[in-house]
C-alpha cells in the first residue's frame, strides 16, 4: 500500500511532510500491538501554525483545509511508526478533532471533514474510521484545528 498511498498522494497533488516533532515532553506516537496511537497533530502548512478562531478569523472552508493539514500530518507520523513503510497500514480506527472555535460556532463536524474526507480520498475503505469533532475555547498556539488518531497496522 505504501506506494499506492505514494501514489494516490501524488495523483491529489499533496505530499506528506516530515512527521513534526513534539513540542513538549510526550512522544509523537506509542505503537501497541497492531494499534498506533498518534499524539494530537496541529493544523499547519509548509511549516507555518495554521491559526485562528473558527466562527470569528475562520470559516467552515478554511478550517477544513486546517483539518486536511492534520490528516497528512497524522500520516506522517503513522509512516514514521512503520519505519517508513506506509504498506503496514491497514485502516483508520479514530480520530477525535478539536476546533478552536467560537461558542456560537456549531460546524465543528464539517470542519473535521476535512481530514475524514482527505483519509477516505488516499486511503479508501481503509480510511472510513469513527470521529469525535469537538469544540475547543482555546488550542496550543492558537491552532485552528488539532487531531489526534488510532491507526492499525500489520
Do not use: W
Request: hydrophobic letters at 45%; charged letters at 20%; glycine letters at 10%.
Amino acid at each position: 500500500m505504501s506506494n499506492a498511498v505514494e501514489t494516490r498522494l501524488s495523483e491529489l497533488g499533496l505530499s506528506l511532510p516530515d512527521a513534526p516533532a513534539p513540542a513538549a515532553n510526550y512522544v509523537p506516537y506509542v505503537t501497541s500491538g497492531n494499534l498506533v496511537f498518534v499524539s494530537g497533530q496541529v493544523s499547519m502548512s509548509d511549516g507555518a501554525l495554521i491559526t485562528g478562531k473558527l466562527g470569528a478569523e475562520l470559516d467552515v472552508e478554511a478550517g477544513a483545509d486546517a483539518a486536511r493539514h492534520c490528516a497528512l500530518s497524522l500520516l506522517a507520523q503513522v509512516r514514521a511508526a512503520c519505519g517508513g513503510d506506509l504498506s503496514r497500514l491497514t485502516r483508520v480506527v479514530k480520530l477525535t478533532g478539536f476546533v478552536n472555535s467560537t461558542p456560537e460556532f456549531g460546524d465543528q463536524p464539517k470542519v473535521i471533514n476535512g481530514a475524514s474526507d482527505l483519509l477516505v480520498e488516499v486511503l479508501g475503505d481503509a480510511g472510513r474510521h469513527s470521529r469525535s469533532a469537538v469544540s475547543a475555547g482555546a488550542l496550543p498556539f492558537n491552532v485552528a484545528v488539532e487531531i489526534e488518531g488510532i491507526f492499525e497496522i500489520a
